[in-house]
């Protein structure tokens, strides 16, 4: 309340912009009033020279010249002052200094008011209209933007004054004391509105200046890690190789993968590693200061700069931007595209780049690569893959293969997993390993999966409608597809669609998907569990945080991954491990999947380790639905 009444009269300090603004719309006013001024004064000085200089006019006598020049030339002095001043500040964008401003206002509506005054109590004396009082009121407190509480005390000063000395005549009856409490009221009032109104500019430019700056930074920077973005980097490339002219051999585009990065998130948790990421884009801007540096998305990172130096540069960093080395071994993977032409595509130069880094992902001992046409080929079926995803959606080239998944101790069919293959006209069968690593990389897998989970339902209703037995489906979600989709809404779509159970579907999410903090990926799977559907922790042990992730989960189902089974002839350990995570996962309450069982040796110590479902190549590879018809649900 307090608060409220102190910015109404003025009291409540404004942000400087607002003051800025109120300042600048002073200074334009007092452009206006020091010309009127000057105009004047100048009229009046003429006038007076003309009438009783030079044409002696006699009617005034020398004093009373003496005395009103006086006056016009301090006013003319004044306005003169203030119109220089005003002009100054504008040309200079307000560098000038500001106190001397202020005087200069002051005194100038000062002595405005003085004479004001001054003039209407000699015409009143001499039973003339108080005008030229009045107008120096408006013309002070109305055109200049004073902050309420000043115009009250300069209105209330100054129209007390001239009721003061007014008082004395017998010519200031009550009539008039009425009007000038009128005029007072009514200047007051209009100044505070002129004020307001100013104010209220002023804060909404403000805010909009503020939204600029916000979107402009957010145009060109990345929100994360604060240095520019792919939209930034774009637009400079052109620019750069032409600059380059036939020296555009000498540029290189490079691409940096952060290796290991899902690791350090894994064991440090996302506030950590956005911390690192944040380091890592400052450290590779520094490093390659003068070039064109931007991030790409997650830990990758796109570099335009000289050839000569290039490399060295990046093993600097990869040598100094992880200190706590010996707790994670974190390297760099750069790939690098030199372009042969000044008008060569940035984004073209950018995906070549980031292709050569991609070819050694796994080799551990070469840490550049760039790209040659050797690599065309793949690079084209890279783009193939994100190209036409959508046409390979539509023309139904994404197959769903079924793989049985039994009981250990019945060994009858206790459901499959759904995998994707990509059946091409151009490039005929892609593995899942072709194609999902890809789409993943470019945001696109929820297009392939929304797809695989309608085939899925569609294919769960064909049984049904058959008479034939049908069975769970687990179905492989990325993190990402809880990113790109909303992905419990498009499940219980297809559900009312197709009119199957919930408890024919379960969710099946790697651990790696869960340790990336993501409470949205945290809400869809509350969500899909309260709905009934059975959440399965895939690939159990492939990474480096599973037991974390029992703690903070419940699931279902726990599906060890098939590299505990690698060695399992030779390997006594592996019996041991298995059988010790069996036991943790009965303790804690979820049942157990072995991937990647290809022998009876294994379905036997399985089975008696308590390992409850079995999945792998001795039961049945993944094959088409026809044949997972045939072999596993009409023959049951
Ligand atoms: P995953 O979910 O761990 O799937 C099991 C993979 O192991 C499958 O490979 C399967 O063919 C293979 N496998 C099963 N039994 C055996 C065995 O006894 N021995 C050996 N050596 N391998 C066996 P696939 O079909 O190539 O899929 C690879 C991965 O691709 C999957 O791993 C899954 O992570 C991903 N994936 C497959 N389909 C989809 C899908 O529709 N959506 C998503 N997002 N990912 C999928
Ligand atoms: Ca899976
Ligand atoms: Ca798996």
Request: proline letters at 2%; glycine letters at 6%; hydrophobic letters at 40%.
């Amino acid at each position: 309340m307090g608060e409220k009444i102190k910015e109404l009269i003025g009291l409540k300090k404004n942000s400087p912009y607002v003051e800025s603004y109120l300042r600048n719309a002073n200074i334009k006013s007092s452009i206006y009033m020091s010309t009127v001024v000057i105009v004047l004064e100048i009229w009046m000085i003429l006038r007076v020279l003309i009438k009783y200089i030079i044409l002696s006019d006699t009617s005034r006598d020398f004093a009373w010249i003496v005395q009103h020049m006086y006056s016009y030339f301090i006013l003319l002095t004044m306005g003169i002052l203030m119109l220089l001043y005003a002009i100054k500040y504008l040309k200079t964008k307000g560098k000038v200094s500001k106190s001397l401003g202020n005087g200069l206002i002051i005194a100038f509506s000062a002595i405005c008011l003085g004479f004001g005054i001054y003039i209407s109590v000699l015409d009143y004396a001499g039973s003339k209209q108080i005008l030229t009082f009045l107008t120096m009121e408006l013309y002070v407190t109305c055109l200049l933007v004073w902050k309420p509480y000043v115009s009250f005390i300069i209105l209330g000063f100054t129209f007390e004054l001239f009721y003061l000395i007014c008082s004395n005549m017998t010519e200031f009856q009550t009539g008039d004391k009425i009007n000038l409490f009128m005029f007072w009221i009514s200047i007051l009032m209009t100044s505070v509105s002129i004020y307001r109104q100013r104010h209220d500019e002023g804060t909404k430019e403000e805010r909009l200046q503020q939204m600029n700056a916000k979107l402009e930074k957010t145009a060109v920077y990345d929100d994360l890690t604060g240095i520019h973005n792919m939209q930034y980097f774009y637009s400079n490339v052109p620019e750069i190789l032409i600059m380059a002219g036939s020296k555009v051999h000498s540029k290189v585009f490079l691409f940096l993968n952060i290796e290991n990065f899902k690791n350090y998130n894994d064991q440090f948790g996302f506030i950590k590693g956005n911390e690192l990421l944040t380091k890592a884009a400052h450290l590779i801007e520094e490093t390659y200061a003068g070039s064109l540096v931007a991030r790409q998305s997650d830990d990758h990172f796109v570099v335009l700069t000289d050839w000569e130096g290039a490399l060295e540069k990046a093993d600097y960093i990869r040598n100094n931007f992880y200190t706590e080395k010996d707790e994670l071994y974190m390297g760099l993977k750069v790939g690098g595209y030199r372009p042969d032409d000044i008008y060569c595509d940035p984004r073209q130069g950018v995906d070549r780049a980031r292709y050569a880094s991609t070819t050694i992902k796994k080799k551990y001992d070469q840490n550049y690569q760039e790209y040659d046409q050797k690599m065309a080929e793949g690079f084209f079926k890279l783009q193939y893959i994100v190209n036409n995803i959508d046409r390979a959606v539509e023309k139904g080239y994404i197959k769903v293969y079924y793989q049985p998944v039994m009981w250990s101790d019945t060994r009858k069919l206790a459901g499959c997993e759904a995998l994707a293959r990509w059946v091409d006209p151009k490039y005929g069968f892609l593995s899942p390993g072709d194609f999902i690593p890809i789409l993943e990389e470019h945001r696109q897998i929820h297009k392939l999966d929304k797809c695989i989970y309608e085939t899925v339902c569609r294919d769960i209703r064909d049984s049904l409608d058959r008479g034939e037995k049908a069975v769970p489906v687990s179905l492989n979600f990325s993190r990402l597809d809880f990113e790109l989709m909303d992905a419990v809404s498009f499940m219980e779509e297809l559900v009312q669609k197709y009119n199957i159970d919930r408890h024919y579907l379960h969710i099946e999410v790697t651990e790696s998907a869960l340790t990336n903090d993501l409470t949205v990926l945290q809400q869809s799977i509350d969500a899909f569990r309260e709905k009934g559907y059975e959440i399965w922790l895939d690939d159990f042990g492939s990474g480096y945080s599973s037991l974390n992730v029992l703690k903070d989960y419940h699931f279902d189902v726990m599906k060890i991954d098939m590299v505990f089974l690698r060695g399992f002839k030779d390997n006594q350990n592996s019996r041991l491990i298995i059988r010790r995570v069996v036991e943790m996962a009965n303790d804690l309450n979820i049942n157990t999947l072995t991937e990647g069982v290809e022998t009876e040796e294994m379905v036997e110590f399985l089975a008696e380790v308590g390992c409850g479902r079995l999945q792998g190549y001795y039961y049945g590879k993944p094959m088409p639905v026809h044949d997972f018809r045939e072999k596993f649900l009409t023959a049951q």
